[in-house]
């Protein structure tokens, strides 16, 4: 989706680009001309890129009637994934029926991209497309949709035979529950969410849906926090770090700082940064024991969040810290009160020079 995106924002701007530089304005009549007539495809190119930025409706039909053409079709899907309106939307669902392979996979695409709830009924319809890349695209443009329709046209899949299709399904699904997170929809997120991890489907999936699932629990999501961040299994502890950093509220702070305490050396400092990360006061307490109690490299990482997040109130664990006997951490300490945040720093320093 990322590589297809850059494509398109790369092919608008050629257009416009081409625009700006022409001897007379574009017209979309002018294109339409073109596209339909005898010329060859690479004639036509350029042209149906255009329409892009100058389609309306008008251009529609004859950018449909490429949807078929195995040289033109994905040129083609370029401008009616741009063009507002019903209109772009039935002429791509109009063309499904006709495609199949490569060409209906790229339609379906299209159809994701412009989240058309309408499509709902035909995109459920392909799910059991004997062809798995067709039903995984359908199941991927449902995920975009993101409707309860879409949802439950989606849903059986976790169990379907083919592997691809309940890989395709599960993504999807968390995409769904991210979208009903978002809206306000947390219960329905986390049954959803639960709904992937059961299932027969690829770890990453699982790994997608256990994020998804701690986020929608909000404060009660804490415990399966700290639960990751005590795992051994590496994808499951770097899920932990990542969530330690989105995961809002005071529990998930407390999880994360339990967590710190309890660790080996080596991951005490990782978590240090993920709690510092999280920019809530309550994590400063255990930013300031670290540098006030921590050895070597863990020292320096929190005189060094205290350089960024720190106020009034660090200067003495830094002044303690600028004189210890460990020089690298004496000049990250005296480097940090030399540039430590707040009001009343400059005071402070100058009323304890006797």
Not at 179 to 197: F, H, N, P, Q, S
Not at 218 to 243: F, I, V
Not at 310 to 320: E, N, T, W, Y
């Amino acid at each position: 989706p990322i590589t297809y995106s850059l494509l398109f924002i790369g092919l608008a701007l050629g257009a416009f680009a081409s625009a700006c530089f022409a001897d007379e304005p574009v017209k979309e009549d002018d294109l339409i001309k073109i596209i339909t007539s005898d010329a060859p495809p690479q004639d036509k190119a350029i042209p149906i890129k255009q329409l892009t930025i100058y389609g309306t409706d008008k251009c529609v039909p004859a950018l449909a009637a490429l949807l078929t053409d195995k040289d033109l079709s994905s040129w083609a899907r370029i401008p009616l994934e741009a063009i507002p309106g019903k209109a772009a939307d039935d002429a791509l669902r109009g063309a499904l029926p006709k495609l199949k392979g490569r060409l209906l996979i790229g339609v379906v695409n299209s159809l994701g991209v412009r989240k058309c709830a309408a499509a709902t009924g035909e995109l459920a319809g392909l799910l059991k497309n004997a062809d798995s890349g067709v039903a995984c695209a359908a199941a991927a443009a449902l995920g975009q949709i993101a409707t309860p329709e879409a949802v439950k046209a989606i849903e059986p899949c976790l169990s379907a035979g083919d592997a691809d299709v309940r890989s395709a399904a599960g993504e999807a699904l968390v995409i769904c529950a991210l979208k009903a997170l978002a809206d306000g929809k947390a219960d329905e997120a986390a049954r959803i969410c639960e709904a992937v991890r059961k299932a027969d489907v690829p770890r990453q999936r699982v790994i997608e849906a256990t994020r998804g699932l701690v986020l929608a629990r909000g404060d009660a999501g804490a415990p399966m926090l700290a639960e990751l961040l005590k795992s051994t299994d590496r994808h499951m502890y770097g899920l932990g770090l990542r969530l330690a950093r989105e995961l809002p509220g005071p529990a998930a702070t407390d999880a994360v700082v339990a967590a710190m305490k309890a660790a080996d050396p080596q991951k005490q400092g990782v978590l240090l940064l993920a709690l510092a990360d999280r920019n809530d006061p309550k994590a400063m307490p255990a930013v300031l024991e670290a540098v006030k109690t921590a050895a070597g490299p863990m020292r320096v990482t929190a005189i060094g969040i205290l350089e960024k997040t720190g106020d009034v109130s660090c200067v003495p664990a830094l002044l303690d810290a600028a004189v210890a006997d460990d020089e690298e951490v004496a000049k990250a300490a005296a480097l940090a009160l030399a540039r430590l945040p707040g009001k009343g720093v400059n005071a402070d320093i100058a009323a304890r020079l006797d």
